[in-house]
Antibody, heavy 124, light 112 residues
Framework: QVQLRQWGAGLLKPSETLSLTCGVYGGSISGYYWSWIRQSPGKGLEWIGEINHSESTTYNPSLKSRVSISVDTSKNQFSLKLNSLTAADTAVYFC??????????????????WGQGTMVAVSS | IVMTQSPDSLAVSLGERATINCKSSQSLLHSYDNKNYLAWHQQKPGQPPKLLVSWASTRESGVPDRFSGSGSGTDFTLTISSLQAEDVAVYYCQHYYTTPITFGQGTRLEIK
């Protein structure tokens, strides 16, 4: 059974860069799109962006200028970087599995597996 | 696509029916495959969301059959036919029709 485990720094200062990694265990990172989602009291659940094993990415326009998602297929993991942090970026960050792909086509799919979540606080 | 849930909170007696609504700002019915790209998630405190229903009405494996999803186009419903204590949670609808993916604001379900 596929599991996602995520890690990264939880307390950051304004203007710093958030860096989180999500490991895929019990299955391959290939054949799917992998997303980052955050949850804050003020904005609920917000999709940040997605990536597949071929490094094809799509970002939420609201965060696109500050976000970078990368993948390391050799380690079966993917990562999130969010720069120029402010207090508004304080949230619980989740990784999740989404779309699936065959050899020729990718299909949109709901988030069926989630990481445990990482609380990130931005404070001076 | 804006997802709007109603109500924001709901209190139901044990054994009674709970109904949560979700409305999308545009149709989630894709003409390519005639499927509705709408999911329902359940989130309990301190846990990540858990997928309950996909394609508007397909219950995930292991989800009790008291949970059912219905609707098409822009209007969807999650129904819990007989509320159990373990169903206390926040429920979210999510579209995956296109990017950016968006969620409803959540409905908090409690025991009356």
């Amino acid at each position: 059974q596929v599991q996602l485990r995520q890690w990264g720094a939880g307390l950051l200062k304004p203007s710093e860069t958030l860096s989180l990694t999500c490991g895929v265990y019990g299955g391959s990172i290939s054949g799917y799109y992998w997303s980052w989602i955050r949850q804050s009291p003020g904005k609920g659940l917000e999709w940040i962006g997605e990536i597949n094993h071929s490094e094809s990415t799509t970002y939420n326009p609201s965060l696109k200028s500050r976000v970078s998602i990368s993948v390391d297929t050799s380690k079966n993991q993917f990562s999130l970087k969010l720069n120029s942090l402010t207090a508004a970026d304080t949230a619980v960050y989740f990784c999740a599995r989404g779309n699936y792909c065959t050899f020729t086509t990718c299909y949109r799919a709901p988030f069926d597996i989630w990481g445990q979540g990482t609380m990130v606080a931005v404070s001076s | 696509i804006v997802m709007t849930q109603s109500p924001d909170s709901l209190a139901v007696s044990l054994g009674e029916r709970a109904t949560i609504n979700c409305k999308s700002s545009q149709s989630l019915l894709h003409s390519y495959d005639n499927k509705n790209y709408l999911a329902w998630h359940q989130q309990k405190p301190g846990q990540p969301p858990k997928l309950l229903v996909s394609w508007a009405s397909t219950r995930e494996s292991g989800v009790p059959d008291r949970f059912s999803g219905s609707g098409s186009g822009t209007d969807f419903t999650l129904t819990i036919s007989s509320l159990q204590a373990e169903d206390v949670a926040v429920y979210y609808c999510q579209h995956y029709y296109t990017t950016p993916i968006t969620f409803g604001q959540g409905t908090r379900l409690e025991i009356k």
